[in-house]
């Protein structure tokens, strides 16, 4: 057993070839003894090693949860000192930015420029929370005649919160940060593919002067430890970031003992790209928002559709520039798209494609498995743009999860409102028009939880994340999303000077 100093700089190396789950502030093996291996998807090569939790350490770990969330001090803590703890939390990660880039990397092949960008905004996001707490509070409310009315706000208790495998680090931060700023206690459930840097952030928690019980690791299975903290009677709420299909699942098992939840789910997301839209700015941020993180992303852009009278101008330039994405060694800096996270996943990418193929789509570009050199053993898919779909292809109505785009024609507005919202998911969506009556027509009656007009960045600190539909429903990554961790207390009293007699008896 290794233990980390509370409110120390003692600390071990990020790469190691055994990590252990992180339960009550210790490092700790798991209670059959089993391991998980994990691979590095661009080399195919065994990373680490993790310990596997079971049942009985999911229980310790929720024990662990409760206790420090009942007896311990941390929900009454008051929300400067809270504060502080968290813009700690975020000091020590900027103190080991490059570190945590690295072991990103390793674990899911992603680019340097993607794992910067996403580290960095994990530690924003502790900085966001830490102000946003000292301003979360109750509400002084008017009511008739001799009472007076106000509201509390309290921590909602234990929370188990499950974790995908294509932002590991980003994912673990949006929320653990707004859960611990809250006063609640955390189960982490990291993604089985790649846990290795939410365990590390639980060891900084700790670290940073959170308290032992307060946040804990638990890489398992999903179907077994994520179902037990999903049904567990002391767990207060769940937080899921995953498919949708799951997501239901665990709505059903939530259901058993009535706790919150919160589902930030599945994309199959828009760009509408208008006659008047500056069209190289278009295919710039269309390029973007297709294959930024190898289009392993919710709100990845993957249906573009384009007015028919600069069809032709878009599409041409979107295939050259995709044709010059680099695409290969994920440390280095000219890398654009990095590697898919395993062969399951590399095989449903193809499948996909092959659909596409089938049905009398037509591959524009890409639409191969790639071994890019010195990477041969890795998982690898060119970017890959498919025409002449229609709408109730595969790849135009499912989420693929990967470097897919399907291009399409609209002639006019309400088509292209039309088109956009044909579909199940709602999460994000994309406008490219130079006229503003246009992009505010048009987000006005997009069914998307997040609207992008002329730019393909859809979350920052501060910016509600989440989706309509079947993309799920709660908003993280906002000062609104400390709501999610705290229940509202309502407290009237009377203040006449006669007793209160209804009855008149």
Known sequence: ???????????????????????????????????????????????????????????????????????GKWKITPAGRRARVLNKIAEIMGSRFNELVELEILNTGKSLAAAK????????????????????????????????NYTEKEPLGVCAQIIPWNYPLMMAAWKIAPAIA??????????????????????????????????????????????YLVEHERVNKVAFTGSTSIGKDIMARAAGTVKRVTLELGGKSPSLVFEDADIEAAVDG????????????????????????????????????????????PFSKETHMGAVIDQAQLDTVKSYVQSAIDEGAEILTGGKELKPEGYEN?????????????????????EIFGPVVVVSKFKNEKEAIALAN???????????????????????????????INTPFSAFPGTPFGGYKQSGFGRELSAGSLDLYTETKSIMSYFGSRPVNPFGL
């Open 1 to 71: 057993m290794t233990t980390i100093q509370e409110g120390t700089t003692e600390r071990e190396s990020m790469k190691r070839d055994y990590y252990k789950l992180f339960i009550n502030g210790e490092q700790v093996d798991g209670s059959n003894g089993e391991r998980t291996k994990i691979y590095n998807p661009a080399t195919g090569e065994l990373l680490a090693e993790v310990a596997k939790a079971t049942k009985e350490d999911a229980e310790k770990a929720v024990q662990a949860a409760r206790d420090s969330f009942d007896n």
């Open 117 to 148: 960008g996403q580290i960095a905004q994990a530690i924003e996001d502790f900085e966001f929370y830490a102000g946003a707490i000292v301003g979360h509070g109750g509400s002084v409310n008017n009511v008739p005649g001799q009472f007076h």
């Open 182 to 227: 809250a006063g609640c206690s955390v189960v982490i459930k990291p993604a089985s593919l790649t846990p290795l840097t939410a365990i590390v952030l639980g060891e900084i928690c700790h670290e940073a002067g959170v308290p032992a019980g307060v946040v804990n690791i638990l890489p398992g299975s999903g179907s077994e430890i994520g179902n």
């Open 286 to 329: 269309s390029l973007y928002g297709a294959f930024n993180n190898t289009g392993q992303s919710c709100d990845a852009r993957t249906r573009v559709y384009i007015h028919e009278n600069v069809y032709d101008e878009f599409v041409e330039k979107f295939i050259a520039k995709t044709e010059k994405l680099v695409i290969g060694d």
């Open 378 to 398: 890795g998982f690898w898919y060119a970017p890959t743009i498919i025409g002449n779909v229609t709408q109730d292809m595969k790849v135009v109505r499912e």
């Open 422 to 452: 044909d579909s199940d998911y709602g999460l994000a969506s994309s406008i490219w028009s130079t006229n503003t009556a246009t992009t505010t027509r048009v987000a006005n009656q997009i069914q998307a939880g997040i609207v992008m």
